[in-house]
């Protein structure tokens, strides 16, 4: 959920339960006796309208603000409205997202940890790799990474029972006396079959920690973000927790995440004190970054394959956007010019046939009912081409959209271990320059062995994944392409008996 | 053939047997010692290369001229380029047309009759409704339009064994030593069995013919013009002989024109000598324009059904105009971007499935070849869809514009009528002032009998070609439209096997 720009929308395409909010760009003086309003650069206008825009500023003025004078924003059902524009304006992602909840900012508890978080800035941002290539395992061993070589190679320890969650219910609440609105939803767990409620905000804030905690290993796909494709709230809603039903459904197969204090407290807390509790020992957690290597388990050390890996997720991303650049273009046009032209030649055919039903010549029955039935049909082919996306390019389409997340995520956790390789390269001369112990390069040793398990694991899962995930995609693709052609087939094949002369 | 533009190509298309000629639009002087070439405006330039264009003026000298100063134009198989120049230039479209064969000029045979042809000239030309209302039929009786009442009303005496031809064998021949080069077809009557030959240029020839003699009462469709869609000459000729056999067929079919001196000569002409005597007998017939309307031979008089048919006629031209967008523009896209995105798609599906196989993960061949067959079966369809036109949709546009021909015709069929019902009201005045005889009063009141006879006929043989003809386009239409998404379907379906997981 970096993306900034997911909250500003067109101003046509506003719905009932989102409240508009607007920033200023340029200052206006209000003409008096106009019902004009005075506003300046940079300040935040609510209740906006339509046409001029009519608009309360910050100081709770009301009156009228040329629309070209201000940019629209959407604050959605989850109040994070707030919480990205700090992060678009001050650069500060964590600021005080977490304040409303009651919860300490999620920025100060991480301590140190947060400055070689990866993730967010790269090296040159002042990490040195000794730190996680030299910090200690913590003492006790929950949450430690056990890696196993499997079939395939290094694979995590997968759980006996996996995990699946179920998202339902979508309910709107609201607090202050209505003022603020959201959605919750209900999540059960396969594992306690118990419902626990979560609002869009929650989901963020678990993204949020799992990318501070398993960024540099794992990828973590982005939390579905705010693109709106139906008008109506219900629509919305109904997209929203799709998508978050596939995220989560993602996250419980990942035998690190699923089985996580993090992922198991968002889906079984209790009651309101544990969640609490939970939130903050998660906020506070410091093995997070690049130190979660130190929690990895190796049986052995290993071949490095960072090469193999940044090639082969370098091309499978080109592959995936080649295929949503194509398959979106392809959309487009099954639902936009190709419908249009079909109803148009179905109008044509019926146009005719009304024509010449009027010639009043005998005997030209059968050609006109043809021709209108030709008519007919085409405009019925017209709507089921542009249902038809809908259908089998969508399944095949969020399914590379997903793994084109997951891919962003690989490039950073291979800088990660392509530092960590360099680094231990240069183990002999840190040693000669007495600025690191034989024992620190025995260390350093073992813990890039842990991290290029830890890499194989997490490739090998994806690999597998990526097989199940495209293997279905592709069935339920080709299922509906064939079902469609049916249709059309039977469709056309019941005009020929018309046009029998 | 008035059109004056269907010599002018794209500079770009020229294939081997036209010669390319050029017309001059600013005078340009030639640099001395620069192989360059001076020319006037207007001036027609021949033997016209590439680039800078080299070229022949009419006084025979070659040299370069810049591409822009000239417009080029192309010189067909059958020499009529000079001819449509004339047309142009000078708007004496008979001009020295036929002189070439040795025979009179077309327009100095037709004496005053030319005058009143209406399909030329409207009436405000100087013609004068009286001419043919009163003018007396031809002593003899052969060429008699004989008009029968048959069930759907007023019908054309149809011959007791329908007519066809058979048009084959074009061959290219020469003359004046290789210099001239045209395409000679066979056509072989089915009446008499025996091939004869002709030139386009004698198609055009009968085509004028048939609209100065019919070209008031009958619907007479253009011949085929030079639209260019092949780039090859075999493309070409056969294109073009197909096209001829349509407009043959049709004219076999008209009861009319079928029976006529001229088109009989034209399909069983015996030798050079009997063509030649034919075709002089017919450029100086006198029964031409309106002045065909004295040799119709009506049972009685009858109700005039101008408006009703002026009314269908312009409805169903717009409907044909609607018909030949829609599908031309769907033409575009069947063959343009549209297999262009299927092959993109097929690609895609392709590329991913090369990438699969470089992660060397084990397993994944069902889901690779899934992908490869996928994107080879999108690559088929892409060439499938960009066929299919020509298959389906071809016989549909090619019949709406014969259709859109024909119905060309008629503003001036019913324009003549018109004027000659508004004539007839005035006959009581006319009679008053003198100007008319009682005898001419009842002469011009039959007349206008016969001429909505005459209309009725042809309107119903349209009807009945019009209902044959759109029965049969649209059987071919959807058997291809169904065989086609069948075909797409049986690809797909196959492809569902291989992804079963």
Redesign the interface.
Known sequence: MTSGDRNLFNYSSFFLFVAVQAQVLYDFTAEPENNELSVRQGEMLSNVGGGWIEAQNSSGQTGLVPEGYVQVTVEDDDGEWDDNWDDQSMGAYHGNKLDEEGGASGQSVHGPSVKISLNKFTFSKGASPEVFLLAKPPANSTGRLPVYVG??GPIWLYPMAPLDCVIAHPKKESKLYGLKSFIEYQITPSSTNRPVNHRYKHFDWLYERLMDKFGSALAIPSLPDKQVTGRFEDDFIRMRMEQLQSWMTRMCRHPIVSQSDVFQLFLTYRDEKEWKAGKRKAERDETVGPLIFSVVEPEAADEQKCE?YS??TK??E???R??LT??H??WK?CTG??PK?YK??G???R??ST??T???????E??TD??TA?GRTFEDIADMFAQQPQKDLNVLLETNSEYKSMLGCFPEIIAVHKVAIEKVKETDRLVSAGKISNNDRKCMNERLGSMSYSLQAEM?HF??N???D???A??VY??Q??TF??Q??AF??L??H????
């Open positions: 079939e395939v193999h090639r082969f091309s499978m080109d592959g995936v080649e295929l194509i398959g273009r392809h046009r010019p190709l032209e148009q030649i109008h044509a055919f146009n005719l024509v010449f009027s010639s009043k010549y005998a005997g030209e059968t050609l043809a021709l030709t090998n690999h597998s990526r097989i199940y495209y293997n279905r592709m069935q080709l299922e392409q064939a052609y049916q059309v087939c056309v094949r005009l020929t018309f046009s029998v002369s």
